[in-house]
């Protein structure tokens, strides 16, 4: 038993040693004890991701135009203004200090995002060369991003969950 616990011991020592020297990166006492409340970091989160969602929701909405009765310019001009509001959420939750406890959801959402965002390129691609493959293809993108999207929200803690 005291061997096993000096193993221990040196291994964490170790790994202690390597984190002090930047050898390894990341954040470390998220992994070990799922994070810790940081009440004042999780409301700026949660507050820079409700301001990208109302820059976002109108422009969903304007995506309508991509449905039956709408025009391929229309559909390709209301993507295009999506994929650049997807890069700027990206771009604000690539930038900005993640509380530890929401480090998982944060990574799941982030990884939605952007295969949301490949999918609408998909798509495009699809409408600026008349390839209904693509289109399908990139609608089928979409939904399996919305999917993904939806169970990464469910990875941050209840208790203080980011509403978008």
Not at 18 to 30: D, E, K, W, Y
Not at 105 to 121: E, P, Q, S, T
């Amino acid at each position: 038993m005291r061997g096993r616990l000096a193993v221990a011991l040196a291994i964490i020592v170790f790994l202690a040693v390597l984190v002090g020297f930047g050898a390894i990166s990341g954040n470390v006492t998220f992994y070990a004890t799922n994070g810790h409340p940081e009440p004042a970091a999780e409301k700026r989160y949660r507050e820079l991701i409700r301001r990208d969602f109302v820059t976002i929701e109108p422009l969903n909405a304007a995506l309508d135009v991509c449905n039956i009765g709408g025009t391929i310019q229309g559909c390709y001009d209301a993507s295009n203004e999506f994929i650049d509001a997807l890069n700027a959420l990206l771009r604000d939750i690539s930038t900005t200090y993640v509380p530890s406890r929401y480090v998982d959801g944060n990574d799941a959402v982030r990884r939605a995002l952007l295969r949301l965002r490949d999918g609408f390129k998909t798509r495009n691609s699809g409408l600026a060369t008349n390839d209904n493959a693509s289109f399908v293809r990139g609608n089928n993108e979409l939904k399996e991003a919305n999917s993904d999207l939806g169970s990464a929200w469910r990875r941050f803690p209840a208790d203080a969950r980011p509403a978008p």
